[in-house]
């Protein structure tokens, strides 16, 4: 019994780089590409946000010297390279999908509107948000929660290598332990970093629950929106 109808997957950019140090893995982009397919052919309308760290990332980049602006723009651009990676390797295993952008980039991809967006989603296209909000000193988490909640989404599935959300790193600290449900305000007075803080706030003041999970074994999405009691649930 399918928990959610319409959902919108966060994906980082780190995580496609695979066993990599930087770029593209082959191997965990079909991955995830299969994963996705599973829920689709279960009714599942399903739009994405993938972040670009795994090809550039703004706000590192203007530590280096960039010009923040232009370090933002450039890291746009990176997750617009992701989301046309996965357009493909979905498309390759026959699954429907769209990429559309924030910024203005045709043909690459189709310029956002909420309306052509649903469109696709109850057409049962994959539908993937690329270039962020399409403006600076914002996050794709923040464009993850914007697309979410202008979609009116059920859940975000925020897909990470970790399990959940832990009470500290679980990947520094052995005595981290992990939530199974959480509250926004929670989140905010411990200091979790789930998401960034605008984000968070965003998700909260519009009632879109995150789910945190582990993507990277496969099954667990369609676990996730089957109601199985894996990750961590954000919520007001």
Known sequence: MLQ???????????????????????????????????????????????????????????????????????????????????????EA?????????????????????????????????????????????????TGSSLRGIEIEADVMLKGTRVDGVYTADPEKDPTATKYDTIS???VYYKDLKVMDLTATTMCKENNLPIVVFDMDTKGNLLKVVNGENIGTLVHV
């Open 184 to 186: 926004f305000d929670e």
């Open 93 to 141: 295993i026959n699954c429907k999908s769209r990429v559309l952008t924030a910024i203005r980039m045709e043909p690459i991809g189709e310029f956002y509107s909420k309306q052509k967006a649903v469109d696709y989603l109850e057409e049962g296209y994959v539908t993937i948000f690329s270039a962020g909000t399409g403006n600076p000193y914002f996050t794709t988490d």
């Open 4 to 90: 959610y109808k319409r959902v919108l997957l966060k994906l980082s950019g780190e995580s496609l780089m695979g066993e990599q140090q930087y770029g593209i893995d082959s191997q965990r982009l079909n991955d995830y590409a299969e994963q996705i397919k599973e829920i689709v052919v279960q009714g599942v309308q399903v739009g994405i946000v993938i972040g670009g760290g795994n090809i550039f990332r703004g706000l590192s980049g203007a530590s280096k010297g960039f010009d923040r602006v232009k370090g933002d723009s450039m890291g746009m651009l990176a997750t617009v390279i992701n989301s046309l990676a996965l357009n493909s390797a979905l």
